[in-house]
């Protein structure tokens, strides 16, 4: 079992009565890279000031390799790096500058290990040069390596590909599956791009109105989406239930009314449709469905985007 990083228990956050984050509770472990995925206005980035200290909260606590927040923050705060809105960086500086003054800020940061991060992220042939002078990735990069610097347990990255390129996206994905498998880092990253969060994360956590409101396995949902669904109309639904059962060993069948829904890959429609005419069943209709992230995403979202009218009985 892997070790907890993060512990967030009951945390909460009001402004003005509207509840920004609500009763948030879930665990970070060493070595994934799990992601808080919701639309604008979520809760996001509030949680995330909260969890980093940056925002005091209402109620609950946030645990840090086993240290609260609230009562022993700087022993939790020093197992974390982040980057939470801007990095701050000087900008007449050059990155090299910026990670010494950074490294200075703590005990026992050997020189080389400014460099080796300065390689990790990919900017050795820029490092000397002013800050002013990078693009928006470059300055990017340069955040993660100051948030790196310390040997953090756990990474913060709130929307770390906000402006970046699809290249710039790419390199920062295998950059952070490598830091999480190779260092057993654990990552908490936001994002309102389901795609990315997709190709990036172990878990998934859905907000919407600062409510978690599922906890998705990546690997679960690509199983879900590899294998899909398939729908049929037949005239006897129990006898093709029965048919397809025994032939491809399943359980995972619904019937309602003549709809038989089955849990099979598409690719098995030609043959499913051959197995059941030879046994004397009508097909009135057959098509497959896949749900994807996104349609967990959207059925998590729209299920609480209308609020009942009012005075409905
Ligand atoms: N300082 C503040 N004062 C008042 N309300 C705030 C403040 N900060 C955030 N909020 C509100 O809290 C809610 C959550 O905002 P938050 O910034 O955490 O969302 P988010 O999920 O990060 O969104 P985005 O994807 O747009 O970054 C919003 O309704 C927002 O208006
Ligand atoms: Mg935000």
């Known amino acids: 079992m892997n070790k907890v990083v993060l512990k967030v228990k009951n945390l909460t956050k009001r402004f003005n009565n ?12 060493e070595g994934e890279i799990f992601g808080f995925l919701g639309p604008n206005g979520a809760g996001k980035t509030t949680a995330i000031r909260m969890i980093t200290g940056l925002a005091k909260m209402d109620s609950g606590d946030v645990y ?11 022993k939790a705060i020093i197992n974390v790096g982040g980057i939470i809105e801007n990095p ?33 992220v990919d900017l050795k042939d820029r490092i000397k040069d ?14 993660i390596a100051q948030a790196l610097l310390h040997y953090p347990k756990l990474l913060i990255l709130d929307e770390p590909t906000n402006g970046l390129d699809p ?4 390199d920062l994905r295998r950059f952070l599956k490598k830091i999480s498998q190779k260092d057993k880092m ?32 990546l690997d679960d949902l690509k199983k879900y989406n590899d294998n899909g669904q398939i729908i049929l109309k037949v005239n006897f639904p129990n006898y093709a239930g029965k048919i397809i059962a025994k032939k491809y060993n399943t ?17 098995v429609i030609p043959e499913l449709t051959v197995l059941l005419i030879s046994n004397g069943i009508a097909i009135y209709s057959i098509s497959n469905q896949t749900k994807t992230l996104e349609d967990v995403f959207l059925d998590t979202v729209n299920r609480r985007a209308l609020p009942a009218p009012k005075g409905d009985k």
């Open 18 to 29: 509207r509840v920004a984050v609500n009763n948030l509770t879930l665990d970070v472990f």
């Open 251 to 267: 359980d995972k069948i619904s019937i309602y009314k003549n709809t038989l829904t089955v849990a099979l890959d598409k690719s």
């Open 186 to 217: 654990a990552i908490l990253i936001s994002s309102h791009n389901l795609n990315e969060m997709e190709l990036l994360c172990d878990r998934i956590g859905i907000i919407n109105h600062g409510t978690l409101e599922s906890i998705k396995v």
């Open 167 to 170: 290249k710039g996206i790419i």
């Open 64 to 74: 840090i390799c086993g240290k609260s927040i609230k009562t022993d923050f700087e």
């Open 88 to 120: 701050e960086m000087y900008k007449n500086f050059s990155g090299l500058d910026n990670l010494k003054y950074y490294a200075s800020l703590y005990n026992d940061i050997p020189k080389e290990r400014i460099m080796h991060i300065v390689e990790l």
């Open 130 to 143: 002013k800050v002013k002078t990078y693009s928006l990735g470059m300055k990017q990069r340069l955040g």
